[in-house]
């Protein structure tokens, strides 16, 4: 495994990563009997906390990244903290993916969900919880279809086998094992799009 720059995490909703931070894994390093290697990219998160300025250069970036790459596969990460009673972070996800990507429902079956800084005697609720906010869904709810499409994949996903993740105690096998199987978006530069938050669209009008 290499990385050339510190990777932080914090328990807090402060956001830790100020720029792209790529880290190779070779498969046979870590114990994966697969050939090759995977380049896993930490990414500053959209709808930074530090900041409209800090938020749009965010945004700019990872598109631009992403756009050189010649495939990339969606590691979406979904911390304990950051659902909400409602599924509010999904719904802001959706609200992000939608301005990101082309079309985000034909590209579903290239993402991957990995659950974070979840207790361990809650990990196996995970996928109950999502069937339960999908059958409780308000009619409000329902007409976001991005938001439907997204809850619903994450609902057939962990169906079998939920993706947890403890970065410092699990062992990351099972879950490179997963990637390596996922399909890529062989087009990245066809599929994705320049995007920042809502808030910080306002704010670039009204400077400008």
Do not use: W
Request: glycine share 4%.
């Amino acid at each position: 495994m290499y990385c050339d720059r510190k990777i932080t995490t914090s328990p807090s909703a402060q956001s830790e990563t100020q720029y792209i931070t790529p880290v190779r894994i070779v498969y046979k390093d870590v114990g994966v009997e697969i050939n090759g290697s995977i380049l896993v990219c930490d990414s500053p998160g959209f709808k930074d906390n530090r900041g409209p300025e800090i938020d749009i250069a965010n945004g700019i970036g990872i598109i631009k990244a992403i756009k050189r790459c010649t495939s990339v596969k969606i590691v979406i990460l979904i911390s304990y903290m950051s659902l909400g009673d409602r599924f509010d972070g999904v719904k802001d996800l959706a609200r992000l993916l939608s301005g990101m990507m082309r079309d985000v429902k034909d590209n579903l079956d290239r993402f991957t969900y990995i659950f974070t800084k979840y207790p361990t005697e809650k990990r196996d609720e995970i996928h109950s919880l999502l069937i339960n906010a999908y059958n409780t869904l308000s009619e409000n709810d329902k007409r976001n279809t991005i938001f439907v499409d997204l809850l619903q994949d994450m609902i057939d996903k962990t169906r079998d086998k939920t993706l947890t993740l403890d970065p410092l105690e699990d062992n990351p096998r099972v879950i490179l094992r997963t990637l390596d199987k996922v399909r890529a978006i062989t087009h990245p530069k066809e599929v994705f799009i320049y995007s920042f938050d809502k808030c910080s669209h306002i704010y670039l009008i009204h400077s400008s």
